[in-house]
């Protein structure tokens, strides 16, 4: 696994609509890109993917922390759409 930058709450958010390489400040969330998909990680569970048009969240209920990243993931796939508006 790749050494990537270790990000707080509001730059997690950021790489994620940006589709960047992310860890966060934590290390329990990660975002990375594996083959042509970047995916989500809460601990080791990928919580979302994204194959650079369309989005897919994993929707399951989990952990207080984790569901924190599937917040964090909802409001980075957000930016994302808002940037993409032709996706």
């Known amino acids: ?3 990537h930058k270790r990000l ?3 730059e997690v958010v950021m790489a ?3 589709l960047q ?3 966060s400040h934590t290390g329990s969330m990660r975002g990375e ?3 042509d998909v970047y995916v989500v990680i809460s601990y080791s569970t990928p919580i979302g993917d994204c194959n650079g048009r369309r989005w897919n969240l994993n929707s ?4 207080t922390t984790t569901s924190k990243h599937q917040s964090y993931l909802r409001q ?3 930016y994302y759409d808002a ?3 032709e996706i």
Not at 60 to 63: A, I
């Open 83 to 85: 940037s993409h508006p």
């Open 1 to 3: 696994m790749a050494k």
């Open 16 to 18: 994620i609509a940006r």
């Open 33 to 35: 890109w594996q083959g």
């Open 76 to 78: 980075g796939v957000a």
């Open 21 to 23: 390489d992310f860890t």
């Open 8 to 10: 707080n709450r509001k």
């Open 60 to 63: 399951n209920k989990y952990s």
